[in-house]
Each structure stands twice: as C-alpha cells, then as structure tokens.
C-alpha cells in the first residue's frame, strides 16, 4: 500500500478492514480534527454513529512545545513516563498542566457536541484517528473510553508504527492499522494531502452524523 490521497480516502479504505462490525452498528468516536474525518467514513460504511472526543497534549511546566503527555475532557491523562523520570518530574509537578489541558479540551468538546451527551456504556465502540506516532492523545481517549465500560473497544487507524500499534493493543479489545511502515518519521509522510481540519468542517460532519 502506498500513500493515502486524503483523510477521506483514508477512512473509505479502513472501513474495508472493519466490515465485521457493520452488524453491531458501532459508536464510531474521531479524534477532534483530522480523525472525525477519517470517522465520519468509518461510521457511514458500518452504518454507526458519529460522535468526537477531544484529547489535549501538554508539556512540561514552561515548556509547553515538549510534548509529555495528552488530557481528555473527564481529567483523565497518559503520561510519557519514560520523559518525566528523565526530565525528573513527580505527579504533582505535572498536576497543574494536566488540569488546564483538560479544561481545554472540556471547552472544546462542548462546542464541538454543543452539549450532547455520549454514553458508551455496554456499547461496541471504534476509536479511530487519522494515524498515530507516539499515542498519547489516542490513548488518553482511549482510556476515558473504557472507564465508560463498553462491551467492545475497538482502535481503527491508517497507520502507525508497529511498536506504537502494540502498545494500543494491550489496552483494547480489537486494533485494525493496515499500514505499519517499518520506517516512520511521521503520519503526514503517509498522505498527499494532510493539511489542518479546522473544528468548523468537525462541527458539520458531527451535523451529518447517523442517530
């Protein structure tokens, strides 16, 4: 497989690899940006439902442009704990900027959703991203995900490394990456158009969704 034309294109041909779901009519759950496009795919081909989850990353104290770890909406949070002993930063020295990056993704969730609620509980439910490097903001979804305890937690995404797709999937019950490069820089190498997904285009695939 060579590279993927768009994030749209993207979803069309992972659908292809999930059609086993399509009788479970699962909550399909995007990743705010890029990942609700290749969603919005995913959920028409399995006939689900479309629904976003926002994950915001952050950094060390004072310096926010290295990426540590990501937050969800619930305070919820995966941590890159590998870099904090390195860094030798304690749990309580990242408390505060776990705490904002979890507003912040609280106050964009409710914009994106305009308060709509999302239950998963007992559901089959498919996170899906438009890739994945590292995975801490995927994981950090994932987890709130399965504190909602769904009756399956399913990942979808394009591509990713092996030994990220591995991590995911001892946290789920089900992964599906077709593309897994041996070597991998970064997702957008894998796409020839990969440009930003302002939330305007999210909200109005969210408007689109299935009930």
């Known amino acids: 497989m060579g590279l993927y034309r768009d994030r749209a294109a993207a979803g069309r041909e992972l659908a292809r690899h999930l059609l086993h779901l399509r009788d479970s009519r699962p909550l399909v759950v995007g990743l705010a940006g890029g990942g609700v496009v ?12 479309l629904e976003v989850m926002v994950a915001v990353p ?17 305070g919820g949070a995966v941590v890159e704990e590998g870099l904090a002993d390195r860094l030798g930063l304690s749990p309580a020295d990242l408390a505060p900027v776990m705490a904002e990056a979890a507003a912040r993704a609280r106050r ?9 609620g999302l239950e998963v509980g007992g559901r089959v439910v498919l996170v899906v991203d438009d890739g994945v490097a590292g995975g801490a903001p995927l994981r950090a979804v994932l987890g709130r995900v399965r504190r909602g305890q769904p ?28 593309l897994q490069p041996l070597r991998f820089r970064a997702v957008a190498d894998w796409y020839e158009e990969y440009g930003e997904v302002p939330d305007e285009v999210v909200a109005a695939l969210l408007a689109g969704r299935s009930s």
């Not at 969603?39 to 028409?44: G, K, N, P, R, S």
């Not at 964009?108 to 709509?116: G, H, I, K, P, Q």
């Not at 030994?163 to 077709?178: H, Y």
């Open 38 to 49: 290749v969603a919005a795919e995913v959920a028409a081909a399995l006939g689900g439902s």
């Open 58 to 74: 952050f950094g060390p104290p004072g310096n926010p442009d290295l990426r540590i770890g990501a937050a969800t909406a619930d």
């Open 108 to 116: 964009r969730e409710r914009a994106l959703r305009r308060s709509r």
């Open 151 to 178: 009756a399956h937690l399913a990942c979808a995404l394009p591509v990713g490394p092996a030994a990220t797709i591995d991590l995911i999937a001892a946290e789920v019950d089900e992964v599906v990456c077709p």
